[in-house]
C-alpha cells in the first residue's frame, strides 16, 4: 500500500474515529495525539491492512485497543465512558437546563448497561458506525451487535419511562 492509497484507505477514516476517541480518552487534545498514534500504527502495519477484508473495521479495533490500552497505562476504568451531546444554551434558559437533565439521566443509564451492551449503543448511536465496523470492532456477529444494541436500546427508554412516566399517572 503506498501514500496515496493509505491516505484515500485509512487516513480518510480519522474524522470518522474522532467522536470515538475522544469520548473514550474524554479530551478533544487527547483525542487528536491518539489519531495520530493510531495513524502511525496503521502506517506500520499497512502490508497487513492491504489484504484485510474490512479495512474500516481493523482501523475502528485498532482505534478502540489503543483507547482502551491508554487508558489501562493511567489504570483508568475503560468500561465507564463519558458523553457529550454537544447541547448549546438555546434563548429559552429552562429548554436547556431540561436538556441537560435528561443527559445526566441518559449517562447514568448507560453506563449501568452491561459492558458489551454500553459499547454497541455509544458506537452505533453516538459514534455512528455502521453495524459491520462495530462488529468488526468488539469481534462480535452482526446479528449479536444488533441484538446487543436492542436491548440497549430498550433498557434506555424503559429506565427512562420510569424516571418520567410516573407523573403521568
Given at each position: ?48 491492512i492491504?489484504?484485510?477484508p ?5 482501523v ?18 475503560y ?38 451492551q ?25 446479528e449479536?451487535v444488533?441484538?446487543?444494541?436492542s ?10 419511562e ?8
Open positions: 500500500m503506498n501514500k496515496t492509497e493509505f491516505k484515500h484507505k485509512v487516513f480518510s477514516l480519522s474524522t470518522h474515529l474522532f467522536p470515538m476517541v475522544s469520548r473514550m480518552l474524554g479530551d478533544g487534545a487527547k483525542a487528536e495525539d491518539a489519531i495520530q498514534e493510531i495513524m502511525i500504527k496503521l502506517w506500520e502495519k499497512r502490508k497487513q492491504e489484504r484485510h474490512n479495512i474500516k473495521g481493523f475502528v479495533l485498532t482505534a478502540r485497543n489503543h483507547c482502551i490500552d491508554l487508558l489501562r497505562k493511567k489504570g483508568l476504568d468500561t465507564h465512558y463519558t458523553l457529550e451531546y454537544g447541547l448549546s444554551k438555546s434563548e429559552n434558559g429552562l429548554e436547556w437546563l431540561e436538556w441537560k437533565e435528561l443527559d445526566a439521566i441518559i449517562r447514568q443509564i448507560i453506563n449501568t448497561l452491561p459492558k458489551q454500553r459499547e454497541v449503543i455509544l458506537m452505533r448511536d453516538l459514534d455512528g458506525f455502521e453495524f459491520t465496523e462495530i462488529a468488526a470492532a468488539t469481534a462480535l456477529k452482526i449479536h444488533r441484538v446487543l444494541l436491548r440497549a436500546r430498550k433498557q434506555v427508554g424503559l429506565t427512562l420510569k424516571t418520567y412516566g410516573y407523573a403521568r399517572g
